[in-house]
């Protein structure tokens, strides 16, 4: 199995690469951050290509899918996990920078990986794109504005994805979790570890690992299963 996964340098994304690992699978990890992608190559060894770019970046993103050596190439199972949020203010006074690079990371990117890997899964009649969206999507509370919105776009997107390949192999599942400690909190307060630690203050969150059990449990079913949307919160959030 070759596993392509976007956001590998931190959270989810790198417990997912772990997770299968442990497999057997080969794994494409990408991310900004080439550091850590040497890292991860360093841990997982020659079952790891490391990719380094950036999802907002439309032909940044072709070219790297385009550069991907023959032993890599066949992506079975592409999870759009790159993302994250970015400030907490009320819509009257967020930050348009700030909307701006949810919408090109969270929106974008997914489109474009999708876009750029999804013909040759239909062309294989085999392939699984895992979206990673999030509670937020369905449930909104103050100062998530378009980060829930762009989270509601990656489920409505999913769904129509599984409209599409319908009468091929390919699968297609919205992974949607809730409360879960990763740099996520940090890079939405822009370094501000102390507000960051504060949100998880008095709770148990989810932990990445969690999220990559999760992806890899929908990725595992029999080929006839398709695990549409899976949603995860910490028994102490609702
Ligand atoms: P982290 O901040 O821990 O990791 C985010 C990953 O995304 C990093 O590897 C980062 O890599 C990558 N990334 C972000 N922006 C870009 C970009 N423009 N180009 C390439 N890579 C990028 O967050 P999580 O692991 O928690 O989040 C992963 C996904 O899960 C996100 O889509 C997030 O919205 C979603 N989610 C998170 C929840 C949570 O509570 N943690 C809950 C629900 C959903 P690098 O910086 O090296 O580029
Ligand atoms: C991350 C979960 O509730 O902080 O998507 O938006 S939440």
Not at 137 to 152: D, L
């Amino acid at each position: 199995m070759i596993v392509f996964i976007t956001g590998a340098t931190a959270g989810f994304g790198q417990a997912t690469a772990r997770r299968f690992a442990k497999d057997g699978a080969k794994i494409i990890g990408t991310g900004r951050r080439k550091e850590r992608l040497d890292e991860l190559k360093n841990e997982l060894g020659e079952l790891f290509l490391p990719l380094q770019f950036d999802v907002r970046d439309r032909k940044a993103t072709e070219d790297a899918i385009k550069s991907l050596p023959q032993v890599f190439a066949e992506v079975d199972v592409l999870v759009n996990n790159a993302g994250g949020a970015l400030g907490l203010d009320p819509a009257q006074s967020a930050d348009l920078e700030d909307w701006e690079t949810m919408i090109d990371a969270n929106i974008k990117g997914i489109v474009y990986c999708t876009r750029f890997l999804l013909p040759a899964m239909v062309e294989r009649n085999r392939g699984h794109i895992v979206n990673l969206g999030s509670i937020a999507a369905e449930f909104p509370y103050p100062g998530g504005n378009v980060y829930g919105a762009t989270k509601a776009f990656v489920h409505q997107f999913s769904y129509g994805l599984r409209a599409d390949v319908l009468g091929t192999n390919v699968r297609v599942t919205d992974v949607q979790p809730g409360l879960c400690k990763t740099e996520f909190s940090e890079v939405r307060f822009k370094g501000d570890k102390q507000r960051a630690e504060a949100v998880y203050e008095g709770t148990q969150p989810l932990t990445a690992d969690d999220i990559a059990d999760a992806i890899h449990w929908c990725v595992t079913r029999p080929a006839h299963v398709n695990i549409n949307a899976i949603q995860l919160m910490p028994t102490c959030q609702a």
